[in-house]
Each structure stands twice: as C-alpha cells, then as structure tokens.
C-alpha cells in the first residue's frame, strides 16, 4: 500500500513555525511543502528573512516531524538516503509549480 501524501500550503494561510538553533538562536520558518511518506511527515521550509533575498533560488531545509515524549518536534533527518528520497519529492514539486512563460 503506497502511504504517500501530498499537501497544498498554497490553498491554506502560511504556517510560520519559530525554530531554535543549537547556538540558542530563534528563526522564523515559513512551510512550503509537506510530505507524507511510510507514516513519517516532512516539512520543506525556509527562512522567513530569506524569502525577498533572491526570488530566484530558493533553499530550503528539510524536518521531519518526531516525538519527544508527548510533544511533536521538528528535528533534521539524519539518514542520507532518507534525506535524499525526500528532497527529490520536494524538488520535483517545486520544479513543477515554476511558470517559465512568465
């Protein structure tokens, strides 16, 4: 059974989540893209002062949505093939929501 799931942050208002570096610093991350994949979820993100920088490249980060006893977290997925099966979705949704005939 294929678990994959795609969810459109465009219809929706954006989600805004403040994350907390190791050095104890705040940024605030707007979602770009969610992914649902074998019952683990995953977030595209950038920061928020980024997003009038340069309009033409856009880096993201990715996280995977995890629990720390009850709380959800947002944490770095550590795994290299992990990581890269799920940049390659976000790549190609992103590659596919470009309009070159503007």
Known sequence: MNDNKNINNEEAM?????????????IDFEVIGEYEKNGE???AM????????????????ILKLAKDG???????VDDDDELDDIADYFDD???????YDN
């Open 70 to 76: 009850d709380e959800d977290v947002l944490v770095t």
């Open 41 to 43: 979820r995953y977030f």
């Open 46 to 61: 950038i920061p928020v002062e980024d997003e009038d920088a340069n309009d033409d490249v856009c880096e993201y980060v």
């Open 14 to 26: 954006a989600e805004i989540f403040t994350l907390t570096d190791e050095d104890g610093n705040e």
């Open 93 to 99: 949704l992103f590659s596919q929501e470009i309009d």
